[in-house]
Nanobody, 127 residues
Framework: QVRLVESGGGSVQAGGSLRLSCAAS??????????MGWFRQAPGKEREGVAR????????YYADSVKGRFTISQDNAKNTVYLQMNSLKPEDTAMYYC??????????????????WGQGTQVTVSS
């Protein structure tokens, strides 16, 4: 069983920065051959994809709404994926979730990420 634990959420003012972490663990889990993604869900809205990274090659993909402001990265030694969020806007306020699927990166749509999800970490951006 794979476990994903998010951390790093908090409250910041618009224009500020936060770094989220997603630590993966579990028997048989091979960090370097998975696709890991960040998603978010604001109150009253559907969950949406933010960014993904294929941990085998480090290739990344971002939603247009965060491109140029957010950066997804990995630390294989720590089995951890990060989401550096800069120039935060009030519309970035949401619960942020980490997800993982084995081997192949699906499109950044939550329903395609059927394997593993974390419990989420709250990000609140005030104007």
């Amino acid at each position: 069983q794979v476990r994903l634990v998010e951390s790093g959420g908090g409250s910041v003012q618009a224009g500020g920065s936060l770094r989220l972490s997603c630590a993966a663990s579990g028997s048989g889990y091979i960090f370097g051959s998975n696709c890991m993604g960040w998603f978010r869900q604001a109150p009253g809205k559907e969950r949406e994809g933010v960014a993904r990274i294929y941990t085998g090659a480090g290739s990344t993909y971002y939603a247009d709404s965060v491109k140029g402001r957010f950066t997804i990265s990995q630390d294989n030694a720590k089995n951890t994926v990060y989401l550096q969020m800069n120039s935060l806007k009030p519309e970035d306020t949401a619960m942020y979730y980490c997800a993982a699927v084995p081997r192949i990166c699906p499109v950044l749509i939550p329903t395609y990420w059927k394997s593993y999800w974390g419990q989420g970490t709250q990000v609140t951006v005030s104007s």
